[in-house]
């Protein structure tokens, strides 16, 4: 069983940065040996737009592809707002801390 891959994001998620978290998480499910999981900390994002939300849809399926899991994790009513609005708290499985996230299953 492979390591489980932490990715840290601090700033906004929108359609001018979005481009360079894809080529990040890209790099993190190509390195993650299946099942372990790539865990997203979205605990530094001040702001959360559509172009993020579905890019963190995009990688949980490629993920899910490989046999793995993208967990992801927030804490700050930034990125909750609009993932609880779009009602994908547990479509996308998130978790409060880095620590609940890379949990056992």
Not at 8 to 22: K, P, Q
């Amino acid at each position: 069983m492979g390591d489980t891959v932490l990715v840290r994001v601090a700033g906004e998620i929108d359609v001018s940065t979005a481009h360079n978290l894809a080529d990040c998480l890209g790099e993190a499910v190509r390195t993650v040996t299946p099942p372990a999981s790539v865990v997203l900390d979205l605990s530094g994002v001040r702001f959360l737009g559509a172009q993020g939300i579905g890019l963190l849809l995009d990688h949980q399926d490629l993920c899910l592809r490989r046999g793995s899991a993208l967990v992801i994790v927030a804490n700050t009513a930034a990125v909750l707002r609009p993932l609880q609005a779009l009602e994908l708290m547990s479509v996308l499985g998130v978790r409060s801390s880095v620590l609940e996230a890379m949990a056992p299953a």
